[in-house]
């Protein structure tokens, strides 16, 4: 009950303006919104932009903030949104590397960048496997629908409980379990593949 007097309390210095109240907010919410936004977007200089507008909206709109669900609940679920309309407004952009990396001199205006693997440090070999396995899963992760993912990082990453998901998302506690279970499937069938050797 404390945490919750403590927030409700925060909350409402924040209403009324109190500058250092909502920094206390954002020092307590940033680091969990940016990881759950980086994570849905890929990209940490897009996700640095979505994270600044959510406390901007979450500022603007605090005042009409009724309590009925948490205030954790009402962040993700404004960043939800906003990584929603990120999705539609943008292209998914791929990290490459330029061939002309080490001597930009010699690259032409326009030159074609490829994917290369970083063969710089040498690693144990079951460093290696284990960097692949964990590329897979952040492909399998990459390439789920934000629907789904979503779900998967809301649960498995920030913690949430399916209730809290559900009125972040604002779907059925059914859907989110739902979604869930899809979402492990498609990267649990990924991985699966993986370690078949075949190519994902």
Request: proline share 4%; net charge negative; glycine share 4%.
């Amino acid at each position: 009950m404390e945490t919750i007097s403590a927030e409700t309390q925060l909350i409402e210095r924040a209403k009324q303006q109190d500058e250092s109240a909502f920094a206390q907010i954002v020092n307590l919410y940033a680091d969990k919104l940016y990881n759950y936004i980086v994570r849905m977007l890929g990209n940490p200089h897009d996700a640095e932009d979505v994270l600044q507008e959510v406390f901007l909206r979450a500022y603007q709109g605090l005042p009409s903030f009724d309590g009925r669900a948490s205030l954790s609940t009402w962040l993700f679920r404004i960043a939800h949104n906003l990584c929603i309309d990120h999705y539609r407004k943008q292209e998914r952009r791929v990290k490459t590397v330029s061939i002309y990396q080490d001597n930009p001199d010699e690259a032409d205006e326009g030159a074609e960048e490829w994917e290369f693997p970083d063969t710089q440090t040498p690693d144990p070999m079951q460093a290696v496997l284990d960097r692949e396995l964990q590329e897979v899963v952040e492909r399998a992760l990459e390439s789920l629908s934000p629907k789904l993912k979503s779900v998967l990082l809301l649960y498995d990453m920030e913690g949430l409980s399916y209730e809290e998901i559900s009125q972040s998302l604002g779907i059925p506690m059914g859907t989110v379990k739902s979604r869930l279970h899809l979402a492990r499937s498609e990267i649990q069938k990924k991985v699966a593949a993986y370690l078949r050797g075949e190519t994902v």
